[in-house]
Every structure is written in C-alpha cells, then in structure tokens.
C-alpha cells in the first residue's frame, strides 16, 4: 500500500469517528506521516528454473536461517559433484567432518561411499551429485526433525530441477523415509528400482544402506553391493554405458 492510500483510508477512519461522535474535523484536513510499502518480490520457493543456478542455490543455502539447524552450525553443506549427473545421491545430512568443511560425504562414511560408487563407474567427479535432505548438521548427528526436512526440501527441489539426474541413489534409511514419506524400513525399501517424483519429475529410484551402517554392520555390505550392481545395470539398460556417464 503507497503512502498517499493510507493516509486517504487514515481520513476516512477518522472522519467516521468524528461524526459517530456528532462532530467533524475543526482544523481542516489533518497530516498522516506514512511511507510506501516496500515492494515484495517472488515468494516462491523454486525460482523460474532459466534463472536459477547451482551457485545461487549454494549461497541460498549458506545463508539459509529457514530452521534451528543453522544455529549450531560451522558450515552449511550444499552438496558437490558434476552438474549434468547421471546419478544424484542423496543422503541424511552433514556430520562433523562435513560441517568443518562444507562438503558432502568427506568422513568415513564418504570415504567408503566413494569407494563403493568407483566400484560400479561412478564419481562425484565424473558423473554423480551428491547432496542431503538437510544441508545443516543436527546436534549429536541425530536424525532431522520434520520441520527440518521440510524447510530444507526447496533446495532439494531446485538443485534436481537443475541437475535433471537420469537416477536417484538414496543413502540410508532417514533419507528414503523423507524422500518417499514412508514409514517402511529400509531393508523394505531397497533391493529395486522404482520411481520418485521431485521437482515434477519422476526419476528412477534406488535406496541402499548408508555407509555409516556398513562400517557398524559388516553383514549389510553384501545386500549394499547387490544394490550397487543393480544401478549399475539399470543404467546399462538405460543406455549409459561406463564410458559415456562421465560425459554432458
């Protein structure tokens, strides 16, 4: 609302009280000191995709207050890897060596994950993107709150409706619950190909066990490279040979 609309509304108001009271104003027409209302940009959660960038969804993201995991932490954790993936691998959220350094996936459990994607031709160098349904570390690595979730998932939105992944690796059960809105476990989930929709797209789909589980469990890292043999061949079957993930 401009200026000169609340003080025309302001008038209005306070004539209708003076005559409500039997009277009108004595000294003319009275002064109002308002100022326009600042101008309210594109609320949307998912800028026009032919704007949007993966480094504006990155400085987005490292200036984000949107819930309570930005007050604890070093660093927020965006996501890395090739911008045109064939893989788009998504995780639970940052843990300690991820919040010291702002990456993804640079811990134990992101050592071995990028041991167990080498071992089917992939890497966040050549062909994958890897990312978390929150960019924030929780306190003590626990699990994320809904709200949580749910205030980081625009992100999530813009990065796969940029990124356009032939395939979605989810990494563990927090992640695939998010990502299907399932209460189902995990060794429910895995062991198929399906389909999830992000960014109005329906992408084909596979969860596995979480690096962090194969380091506690050994007995989960066979089921694990099952699943890892079964991306692989459906991106065979799509066409992407070894040699042609990596390319744009």
């Not at 927090?174 to 992408?203: Q, W």
């Amino acid at each position: 609302m401009t200026a000169s609309e609340k003080s025309e509304l302001a008038r209005f108001l306070d004539l209708a009280h003076a005559v409500a009271r039997g009277g009108g104003y004595l000294d003319g027409r009275p002064e109002y000191d308002f100022a326009d209302d600042p101008e309210i940009g594109d609320l949307s959660p998912l800028p026009p995709h032919d704007s949007d960038t993966l480094e504006r969804i990155e400085a987005d993201v490292r200036s984000c207050t949107a819930c309570r995991l930005c007050e604890g932490r070093k660093n927020a954790v965006p996501g890395e890897g090739f911008a045109r993936p064939t893989v788009m691998v998504i995780g639970e959220g940052p843990g300690q060596s991820e919040d010291e350094s702002g990456r993804p996936f640079v811990g134990k459990a992101g050592q071995l994950l990028d041991k167990m994607l080498a071992a089917i031709g992939l890497s966040r160098e050549t062909n994958c993107f890897i990312a978390n349904v929150v960019k924030c570390r929780p306190p003590g690595n626990r699990d994320p709150q809904p709200d949580e979730t749910a205030a980081c998932r625009p992100f999530l939105e813009r990065q796969a409706m940029l990124l356009k992944p032939a395939f979605v690796l989810c990494a563990g059960r927090v992640a695939a619950r998010n990502l299907l809105d399932t209460d189902e476990p995990i060794g429910r989930l895995r062991g198929r190909v399906s389909g999830i929709e992000i960014a109005g797209m329906t992408i084909p789909f596979l969860a596995t066990y979480h690096p962090s589980a194969l380091l506690r469990n050994e007995d989960l890292k066979r089921p694990a490279w099952e699943d890892l043999k079964l991306l692989r061949s459906a991106i065979d079957k799509a066409g992407l040979a070894p040699s042609e993930t990596g390319k744009t």
